[in-house]
């Protein structure tokens, strides 16, 4: 399915960080100047905090994580625990931050210890995609650049007997996974999508991933997948085509015989040509 619509454009409530009018002058040549607590690089990743509604992580190219206020407009504290551009954030608890980066490590950061790395996990490739479990408060999942995605349990960062390792691991595709994306009132339910131009539906029941159902949805390599909070089986699609396209993973049988009893199937949706 196929949406199309305009948006009208608006200014930004808020601009954090980024370049100033002011430039000054490198050598005879003009440089960049950047607002205090900026980053220097592309901004790659963006998690919101959700009990403490003003913080706002960002995960950066230049290598670092930032914090910010919203309420004040301004950075709190700059992370520096990676060796090479960060590409995903999230937030485990109010005050656990996870980064994953091209250094092929995810690390655990204790907002109340000052910021300071606890844990780093290594992993086999770049990161492309972390999520934490919204069923699970021990666990998240990361996808790689290498068609791999892994599950971890932050308590093994305690552990000696088992530290760093992964819950499972799973081949999920042929080329990178460049996003994965949890079905927010459905436990062991997932979606991946990678640059092979597939997305797979996964139930990750007792650790042990299968695939329940693949879908080519043509739009080239998918960027981006994501499950409304709205209805729980409606997935969006984005990719280098540079369509948007939703799939109604309740009407695929196995979805429908697996995680579906009890549920209303979701609702049509329009398939309305995109307005000029």
Same mark, same amino acid.
């Given at each position: 399915m196929?949406?199309?619509c ?7 409530h808020? !601009? ?9 002058? !490198? %050598?005879? %040549? ?6 205090? *607590? +900026? ?8 998690? &919101? ?7 706002? #992580?960002?995960?950066?190219a ?5 914090? &910010?206020?919203?309420?004040?407009g ?17 937030w ?17 950061t204790?907002? %109340?210890?000052?910021?300071? $790395? $606890? ?5 086999e490739?770049? /990161?492309e995609?972390? @999520? $934490? ?15 791999? /995605?892994?599950a971890?349990?932050?308590?093994? #960062? ?13 081949h #999920? ?15 062991n339910?997932?979606?991946t999508?990678?640059?092979?131009k597939?997305?797979?539906l &996964? ?8 695939c329940? +159902? ?8 998918i ?12 997935l969006? $699609?984005? *990719?280098s ?5 939703? &799939? ?5 049988? #196995? @979805?429908?015989?697996k ?13 309305d040509?995109?307005?000029?």
């Amino acid at each position: 399915m196929e949406l199309g619509c305009r948006v009208d454009e608006v200014e930004p409530h808020y !601009v954090l960080g980024g370049v100033s009018k002011k430039k000054k002058k !490198v %050598k005879g %040549k003009k440089g960049k100047t950047y607002k205090k *607590g +900026s980053h220097r690089s592309s901004v790659l990743g963006l998690a &919101w905090n959700t009990v403490v509604r003003n913080a706002l #992580a960002s995960a950066s190219a230049d290598k670092t994580v930032k914090v &910010w206020d919203l309420s004040a407009g301004k950075c709190l504290v700059t992370l520096q625990h990676h060796d090479d551009k960060v590409q995903s954030v999230a937030w485990r608890s109010p005050e656990v931050l996870l980064s994953g980066s091209f250094d092929r490590t995810i690390a655990m950061t204790d907002m %109340k210890d000052s910021g300071q $790395c $606890c844990h780093k996990w290594p992993v086999e490739a770049d /990161v492309e995609s972390l @999520v $934490c479990d919204p069923h699970n408060e021990h666990s998240f999942v990361v996808s790689l650049e290498n068609g791999m /995605v892994q599950a971890f349990d932050i308590r093994t #960062a305690s552990s000696n007997s088992n530290p760093g390792q992964p819950i499972f691991t799973l081949h #999920a595709h042929e080329k990178a996974v460049s996003s994965i994306s949890f079905a927010p009132s459905t436990p062991n339910f997932l979606a991946t999508g990678s640059t092979d131009k597939m997305v797979k539906l &996964w139930d990750l029941s007792n650790n042990q991933p299968s695939c329940v +159902s693949s879908l080519n949805p043509k739009l080239g390599a998918i960027f981006s997948v994501s499950f409304s909070i709205d209805n729980p089986f409606l997935l969006a $699609c984005g *990719g280098s085509k540079g369509k948007l396209k939703v &799939w109604n993973t309740l009407s695929e049988p #196995a @979805v429908a015989n697996k995680f579906g009893k009890g549920r209303q199937n979701a609702p049509a949706l329009r398939n309305d040509p995109p307005t000029e």
